[in-house]
């Protein structure tokens, strides 16, 4: 811990957490306790739980004697600190300690408990692990998963480029349709209005409107991902296939993808834009336009 905490010297970072990593299911809020205490001015801070079974003392099997539980607490991690306050126990305590918070007091350091959580185990013995999965379990039991598909198909017509997932192309020919006509992002939207249960893009954007005529298909998209944020929903993931002989896809995937992060405000290493051909077979295999199915996942915001 203290050659982590010496690579940070001098960096600029006033505060670290130091946690557990045999803790795997700390939760936030446990997390933002900390953070708040060191926040409104302690050095030192730590979650905990108060005990609250009996303590006996043993030997050879036997109870020898009970103990006070009063003012016992059970420790938990993050244990939070001031970088220079906790850096400088460290330096000064070469022989170590049971955890920082040891530390932190030998060097006079005042401690606040903060709120812990009985889910916030440390994983020690086999039945821990038992218990862990229960807890994920129970988890995933409330967690709202939604996934959508989305399907869309354009033809080629006269034209010297055309939009597919937001980025332009020079082709020598163009898609027809009544917005901009880029398949992916409408196959895209229809994926997440589908995990919404909000029917499709022509019920949020009739094309009998002309308002419509030749839209950028980036509003679509930007209003079907802004519907998901009402409803309490985040986009976890999204995967995007083009299905096309021509144009080749591989050279603008990563264009692609940023482009369609920009739009969600995504991280790009959550969207995927990849291509495959029909092998000739069908109206994409001779060239007549271009098809995409799109997948979708949203997750309790």
């Known amino acids: 811990m203290r050659a982590g905490l010496e690579s940070l010297a001098g960096s600029g970072v006033t505060h670290v957490l130091i946690h557990d990593g045999a803790r795997p299911l700390v939760s936030p809020e ?3 306790g900390v953070v708040t205490a060191l926040q409104e001015g302690a050095r ?5 739980l108060a005990v609250t079974d009996a303590l006996w003392r043993a030997e050879d099997g036997k109870v020898t004697g009970t103990a006070d539980r009063e003012g016992l607490y059970r420790a938990q991690t993050p244990q939070g600190f001031a970088l220079d306050a906790i850096l ?3 330096r000064a305590a070469p022989e170590g300690a049971a955890d920082d918070v040891e530390l932190a007091r030998r060097a006079g350091l005042v401690v606040t408990v903060t709120e812990g959580s009985e889910t916030n185990l440390k994983l020690t013995w086999p039945q821990d692990f038992a218990r862990a999965e229960k807890i994920l379990e129970q988890d995933m039991s409330i967690t709202d998963i939604r996934l959508g598909n989305g399907f869309d198909v354009h033809a080629f017509g006269p034209g010297t480029h055309l939009w597919l997932c937001g ?3 020079a082709h020598d020919k163009g898609l027809v349709g009544h917005s901009d006509a880029d398949v992916g992002m409408h196959a895209l939207t229809d994926a997440i209005y589908g995990a919404l249960a ?3 893009i022509g019920r949020h954007f009739p094309p009998s409107d002309a308002k419509w005529k030749g839209a950028d298909s980036s509003i679509f998209l930007k209003h079907a ?5 009402e409803k309490g929903f985040r986009l976890a993931n999204a995967d995007v296939t083009l299905i096309c002989e021509f144009p080749k896809i591989g050279p603008h995937a990563s264009a692609m993808q940023q482009r369609l992060a920009e739009i969600m405000g995504l991280e ?3 969207i995927s834009v990849k291509a495959t051909t029909s092998e000739r077979l069908g109206f994409t295999g001779r060239s007549e336009g271009i098809a995409s199915i799109a997948t979708a996942t949203l997750v309790i915001g």
């Not at 030192?44 to 905990?48: S, Y």
């Not at 991902?225 to 944020?229: G, K, M, P, S």
Request: proline share 8%; no cysteine.
């Open 44 to 48: 030192a801070a730590a979650p905990a």
């Open 198 to 200: 909000e029917g499709d």
């Open 225 to 229: 991902v802004d519907l998901a944020a």
């Open 268 to 270: 790009p290493d959550r």
């Open 167 to 169: 980025v332009q192309i």
């Open 30 to 32: 446990v997390i933002a």
């Open 88 to 90: 400088a126990a460290h």
